[in-house]
């Protein structure tokens, strides 16, 4: 992880300028640095508390007003659990009646503040000299959390009831961060898991959503998790904090709280589901579910079913309110002819066109300016859904049902 220098704001002078400044502004920097400069304070004092106030700024999304009080590093943040995400973690440790939590690679102590609001006893272990000292301030109203500067590797995982991992998948260049893909080349790398869940440790592990379901150890629980229609990471949940015959979930977190998709008891390894032609509502599953493989399920539960098996887009003859898909009335069924398309739309008048796809290569840029290009200045907008069903291009025109 980046050593971003965070030292000169944890001095009392660096502290109290940062804590005195309003919220950053981009266009105000250079003559508020200037200001400051005038005013006595060294450059480097001035450098870092600018550089915290726009992190701060930034964090706003992920920690909401907490994000005022901490402290980041730029590669710190960008690898932070959201707290709506770190508190349904830290949840699921009270839920299990485990006490005692090491966070092994803790980074700025996001999942560790979340388990200490939770009453659990943490010590959040941290390898980089400064993310810890970062971590050491965000935790400090906590006095049931410690951090600890150290390799993972070196800790007694016997004195704790659990583990919590959320290892970097992410290397640092002089360029920035960029992903790795490879689980032996996180740190600590998966095999360092499974050995602690082979030794039967209770223990949560935050992935990428994208790692695949064959790479999925056995004998966890994949819980994919999304926030406002973005898949934030997929949790691997081992031996006490795995729930009984749970082998795959969707968690949808969004602005009328949280839902969670399970496949049903009833299906064994999951229903195919049915295959049919569009027909009164099409609906688009959220991004958790499409991951955890359980659009079939949701097919199943809107009693609907899919266009082709192959394609993430559900169809039922009726409305299901549902927080795992968004919903569109279908109002006509198109073939797939920019031609006619584009005179459909010069027709009807339309000025706005809202392009979703699946099974289909074209982008909707694309699509968008081959079919509004010289259409005139039309006024209304209308919704296209451009996919196939089997080898059949087509275009659906729907109208998103609103969110109530
Ligand atoms: C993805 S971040 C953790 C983010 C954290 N959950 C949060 O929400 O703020 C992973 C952290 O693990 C640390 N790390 C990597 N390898 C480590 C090791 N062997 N021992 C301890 N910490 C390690 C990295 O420095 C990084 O800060």
């Known amino acids: 992880m980046a050593s971003d220098n965070i030292a000169d704001i944890l001095t009392p002078e660096g502290w109290e300028l940062l804590n005195s400044l309003d919220p950053y502004v981009e266009a105000d920097s250079l003559r508020l640095t200037e200001q400051l400069r005038k005013a006595g304070h060294p450059p480097e004092r001035v450098a870092a508390a600018l550089t915290q106030s726009r ?30 995400v770190a508190a349904r973690h830290a949840q699921r440790f009270v839920d299990a009646g485990l006490v005692r939590v090491a966070d092994l690679g803790c980074g700025l102590g996001a999942d560790s503040m ?19 000292a970062a971590a050491t301030m965000n935790l400090l ?49 998966l095999s360092f898991v499974q050995e602690l869940a082979d030794r039967g440790t209770a223990m949560g592990v935050k992935m990428g959503p994208g790692m695949p379901h064959d790479s999925v150890p056995a004998r966890c629980e994949a819980q994919w998790v999304s926030v406002d229609g973005d898949v934030t990471e997929v949790a691997l949940w081992f031996n006490a904090l795995r729930r009984e015959g749970v082998r795959r979930a969707a968690l949808v977190i969004g602005s009328r709280g949280a839902a969670e998709l399970t496949p049903d008891a009833d299906f064994g390894d999951g229903p195919t589901a049915p295959v049919g032609a569009p027909e009164g509502y099409l609906y688009e599953p959220d991004g958790a579910v499409i991951r955890a493989e359980l659009v079939a399920d949701l097919a199943a539960r809107l009693g609907g079913h899919l266009l082709d098996p192959m394609i993430a887009y559900v169809c039922a003859p009726a409305h299901r309110e549902t927080p795992f898909a968004r919903a569109y009335r279908i109002l006509e069924v198109r073939p797939y002819n920019m031609r006619a398309l584009k005179a459909w739309v010069r027709a009807e008048g339309i000025g706005v066109l809202d392009i979703k796809k699946r099974g289909t290569s074209a982008t909707p840029e694309e699509v968008r300016k081959q079919l509004l ?23 659906i025109v729907v109208e998103p049902v609103p969110a109530p």
């Open 55 to 84: 992190l701060r700024a930034r964090a706003a999304a992920k920690f909401g007003p907490f994000a005022g009080h901490m402290v980041f590093t730029a590669a710190g943040l960008e690898q932070a659990t959201r707290l709506s």
């Open 114 to 132: 979340a388990l200490a609001t939770l009453d659990r006893e943490v010590t959040a272990v941290e390898l980089d000299e400064t993310t810890a």
């Open 141 to 189: 109203p906590f006095p049931n959390a410690r951090v600890v500067n150290a390799d993972a590797s070196s800790v007694d995982t016997a004195e704790y009831d659990a583990v919590w991992l959320d290892p970097a998948r992410r290397t640092t260049t002089t360029s920035g961060t960029s992903r790795l893909f490879d689980p032996e080349a996180f740190s600590p790398p």
């Open 373 to 395: 290009t010289g259409s005139g200045k039309g006024r209304k907008k209308a919704t296209l859904v451009l996919t196939r069903i089997g080898e059949e291009r087509v275009v």
